[in-house]
């Protein structure tokens, strides 16, 4: 199959470094291997996320999980309604992900949670001994900024014990 490639004026980086710097599973398992990765959407992850998840997964023969939070609030616990939206939502972020991994030969774990997404996220990644968590760079202008000043990004970055890889949008 083709493969995509994707160009952008930000280099998504690790630690600082850029990615494409990353150790590759050319030489024993080691520190800077990856062997299973996170990549954590929701129904707004820009498509970008996954395919740099999947491709640094192939780069390491590593396995994917790809994690979608529903968003579980007072106000909408028991709003069926609201909720089964915010389920398709969930679920078509993960099947976008396993488009992405179909040019590759990755297996992809989807899994929905409900919840408070930081929370979750780096709750997921500690149960399950993943290695690195990818999300996406959160668009933090305008009136965004003021109405919520912490992204999920930035909490799950606090929280989790592992490296998390962070993606600008495409689309800015």
């Not at 202008?141 to 890889?165: E, F, H, I, K, N």
């Amino acid at each position: 199959m083709g493969s995509k490639s994707i160009e952008t004026d930000e280099p998504a980086t690790i630690g600082g470094r850029d990615i494409a710097d990353a150790p590759t599973n050319e030489t024993e398992h080691g520190e800077g291997q990856f062997d299973r990765v996170l990549v954590a959407v929701e129904a707004e992850t820009d498509e970008a996320v996954s395919e740099i998840a999947t491709s640094l997964a192939a780069r390491h023969d590593a396995r994917v999980d790809a994690l979608s939070i529903v968003r579980m609030t007072a106000s909408v616990d028991h709003w069926d309604m609201v909720v089964e939206r915010r389920e398709d939502s969930a679920e078509a972020a993960l099947d976008a992900v396993g488009d992405a991994a179909a040019e590759t030969d990755i297996d992809v774990a989807k899994r929905l949670r409900y919840g408070d997404p930081a929370t979750e996220i780096a709750r997921y990644a500690a149960e399950t001994d993943v290695d690195l968590i990818v999300m996406g760079e959160p668009d933090r202008s305008g009136l965004r900024r003021y109405l919520a000043p912490t992204s999920v990004t930035d909490q799950v970055r606090r929280d989790a014990s592992v490296p998390v890889l962070t993606v600008p949008s495409l689309s800015r």
